[in-house]
């Protein structure tokens, strides 16, 4: 059983930032891409960022280009997501999923990810 623990999360002021951290069991970790998602109440998930296994590429949604940036650290098995310029709509549980082992980073579903961490939320005031 892969677990996968996001923390982090809290309210902030729009225009604040925040540093979500997910850590990951096994020692396999550099094998697999990894990605964030988020889901707000009454929405569907959607696509955040993801990273490839290396860590030298890394693809965002539109909506979070330039603010968020994602990235890994394989020896320590974690992945983060920087999240800065937040704005209300960023308001979401923040979920950290692990890709199919070889899967592309470079996709904006779900599919490509096997393995789901319990989510952690993060609200943004106006």
């Known amino acids: 059983q892969v677990q996968l623990v996001e923390s982090g999360g809290g309210l902030v002021q729009a225009g604040g930032s925040l540093r979500l951290s997910c850590a990951a069991s096994g020692r396999t970790f550099s094998s697999y891409a990894m990605g964030w998602f988020r889901q707000a109440p009454g929405k569907e998930r959607e696509f955040v960022a993801s990273i490839n296994r290396s860590g030298g590429s890394t693809y965002y949604a539109d909506s979070v280009k330039g603010r968020f940036t994602i990235s890994r650290d394989n020896a320590k098995n974690t992945v983060d997501l920087q999240m800065n310029s937040l704005k209300p709509e960023d308001t979401a549980v923040y979920y950290c999923?692990?890709?199919?082992?070889?899967?592309?980073?470079?996709?904006?579903?779900?599919?490509?990810?096997?393995?789901w961490g319990q989510g952690t939320q993060v609200t943004v005031s106006s």
């Open positions: 999923a692990r890709g199919r082992y070889y899967s592309d980073y470079r996709s904006l579903s779900a599919g490509p990810y096997d393995y």
